[in-house]
């Protein structure tokens, strides 16, 4: 019996000394990490080199094997690489035998046809968020790539992936997508030129046109601010992080070439950015608005991106390992602001990957083939996203494409003309600055061999808003300018020296040039009864709400100015006054077939009301009112 009792001792001993050597050969292995609340996985616990099997490590990182590949195992195990990846090799691919019948070899995908595609039936891209394989896996397929869709410009590219209130407009060289800028957080930039001014005396900048609202700002005497936007007696203004209203009276304007511009003064903060009402009421801006791209790979397995620099803070969206973001702020502090597709937010810059190979390797694979954030709340509820101006994309003003193209435009009256200029701000030629507002909106005036485009000549006399003018004929033609009405044309002039409005000379030969057709336009349609809203178009929905009908005269509107809440131009078809608790301004909405945008709002206009706008006070009395079903525009 004590044999058997020294045998058994024997064996346990031996046992637990194996069993102490396998634990501190694993405790070796894993790398030491704190873990951080800001991970979703406890980073000890999933140590890059532990090895798993593979229905384990996709279960842990939401990693997909791509098709035509297979893990490289090793007892079972998955054999993890020292960056916590994979190692996969391609799976062999079998000859096939004499009964099956033989496939074609694929041959190599001729270049796409320059032919425009209806947006409608462009090639669907990967929602940002999707799951799908690593980036650096993508490039290693060897399997071939789908056809592309036709070449677009990057933004009008990425805006392809925002789908949700944004009308299609087919143009003759191509598809292009106008955004609502309304709901989004991107701003465009426009020139400081003119619209410098100087404050008169101590003012306190309001949160809304009126002096009883909350100053959201104060501006001493002499100090600068930029007006972007004039009505009923007040000024739209921004200084320095401050943006709100002023009275016209207590403003000199100065123009951006006054000496007292050398040194100014702006305004001080009373209220944070993400608190003022005001900050987003008009998406112009005099700084600059496309950031330069700081490319992040997130180095956790889900990574949380927070309203503010807390871990307290709400959670907006989450990112997995291998997802890209981009750093637009705060690059130096511990919390980092960061953009990864529309959630903006704030991380800790220690679960960021930002080194110069993250750069090679984001231009190398394609920033569009890597996973991007997911939202974990409507961005119009994110209270981080107006924490800069600045955006990876720029945005551009919204509307009917004509008017906005118009806006745009516009915007940049008074920047320098300079020979050979690119830059819409600090100085543009004559050329490059039609071609570059075109651009924006994903047309190209010229062709491929930088001649202007052959398709869509009409008479100056036939030119309509938002048209290019150009003059001369055969080689020697060049884009003048953008129609605006009227004889008259916006246009980087030589002889003034600057962008500006003039008239379209009668003793040059020219002629206009119009890309786009405005019948295709989905919404916005005049006649409030007019079904423009196809069954995909529905949305969520709403409930029943109640109708009536109002025009811009004084009886309906107290005053006659035109000019809606959310500072857009009423339109019939377009506007209708909402409580914006209930859908916020911007929103598009689907009523009896119809797709309206909420612009406006009224003091009889609460809860499940909504009020139509029309032209005619006496077809307003008419329609009375009536109920019906509101839908959600997708």
């Not at 209130?165 to 292009?176: G, R």
């Not at 950015?273 to 889900?302: F, M, S, V, W």
């Not at 959670?315 to 702020?329: Q, S």
């Not at 295709?520 to 009908?549: C, R």
């Amino acid at each position: 019996m004590r044999k058997y009792q020294k045998v058994i001792r024997k064996e346990w001993k031996r046992m637990l000394a194996l069993s102490m050597t396998y634990i501190m050969t694993l405790s070796v292995a894993a790398p030491v990490k704190a873990a951080e609340e800001e991970l979703g996985v406890p980073t000890a616990e999933t140590a890059a080199e532990v090895q798993e099997t593979p229905e384990q490590f996709e279960a842990r990182t939401g990693y997909h094997l791509s098709e035509g590949y297979t893990y490289v195992l090793n007892n079972g195990f998955v054999i993890l690489q020292a960056d916590g990846s994979p190692q996969i090799t391609p799976v062999a691919t079998p000859e096939p035998t004499p009964s099956e019948t033989p496939t074609p070899t694929p041959t190599q995908t001729p270049e796409p046809t320059v032919t425009p595609t209806p947006a409608g039936e462009n090639t669907p891209t990967p929602t940002p968020g999707q799951e799908g394989a690593e980036p650096q896996e993508v490039t290693e397929q060897p399997t071939p790539e789908p056809t592309p869709a036709p070449e677009t410009t990057p933004e009008a590219a990425q805006e392809t992936a925002v789908e949700e209130n944004i009308p299609v407009i087919t143009a003759f060289p191509q598809s292009v997508e106008v955004p609502v800028t309304v709901e989004d957080y991107r701003f465009w930039t426009v020139s400081a030129s003119r619209k410098a001014a100087q404050a008169k005396v101590v003012l306190e900048i309001k949160e809304e046109k009126s002096q009883a609202s909350r100053s959201v700002g104060r501006l001493e005497e002499g100090g600068i601010c930029y007006i972007l936007r004039k009505e009923d007696g007040w000024y739209y203004v921004e200084s320095g992080t401050v943006r709100g209203f002023v009275e016209k009276k207590a403003l000199r304007r100065i123009g951006d070439k006054n000496e007292a511009l050398l040194t100014p003064v702006y305004a001080t903060e009373l209220v944070a950015p993400a608190e003022n009402q005001a900050y987003a009421y008009y998406r112009a801006t005099i700084q600059q608005t496309a950031a330069k791209k700081h490319y992040a790979l997130c180095k956790g397995d889900e990574l949380n991106i927070r309203a503010d620099k807390s871990t307290d803070s709400e959670i907006v969206g989450t990112m997995k390992k291998g997802n890209l973001c981009y750093i637009l702020a705060d690059e130096t502090e511990e919390w980092v602001y960061v953009e990864s597709g529309e959630v903006r937010g704030f991380v800790k810059k220690e679960y960021l990957q930002t080194c110069r190979k993250v750069k090679k390797k984001v231009n190398k694979t394609g920033a569009d083939r890597f996973t991007l954030a997911v939202a974990r709340v409507d961005p119009k509820e994110n209270p981080a996203r107006y924490y800069t101006l600045t955006s990876v994309k720029t945005g551009i003003p919204d509307g009917a494409i004509r008017d906005s193209i118009v806006d745009y435009a516009s915007g940049f009256l008074g920047t320098v003309w300079k020979e050979e200029g690119t830059s819409l701000c600090e100085g543009i030629d004559t050329s490059e600055f039609v071609e570059q507002i075109y651009e924006a909106y994903g047309y190209n005036v010229t062709d491929k061999d930088g001649n202007i485009q052959e398709q869509g000549k009409v008479s100056v006399d036939q030119a309509k808003p938002g048209d290019v003018i150009c003059y001369g004929s055969g080689e020697e033609t060049s884009a003048a300018g953008i129609y605006v009405g009227d004889g008259k044309m916006v246009q980087a002039s030589e002889t003034r020296g600057k962008v500006v409005t003039v008239k379209i000379d009668p003793e040059q030969e020219s002629f206009a040039l119009e890309l786009f057709e405005d019948t295709k336009v989905i919404a916005g349609s005049k006649n409030i009864s007019e079904v423009n809203a196809t069954e995909a178009m529905y949305g969520q929905d709403l409930g029943l709400f109640k109708l009536t009908y109002y025009c811009a005269c004084a009886k309906c509107c107290g005053k006659a100015t035109g000019i809606t809440a959310s500072g857009a131009r009423v339109a019939e078809g377009e506007t209708i006054a909402v409580d914006s608790s209930v859908i916020p301004y911007g929103t598009k909405v689907i009523i009896n077939g119809h797709i309206f945008t909420a612009q406006d709002c009224g003091s009889g206009v609460k809860q499940n009301h909504i009020d139509i706008y029309v032209d005619d006070h006496e077809r307003a009395l008419a329609l009375g009112c009536n109920y019906a079903d509101v839908h959600l525009m997708k």
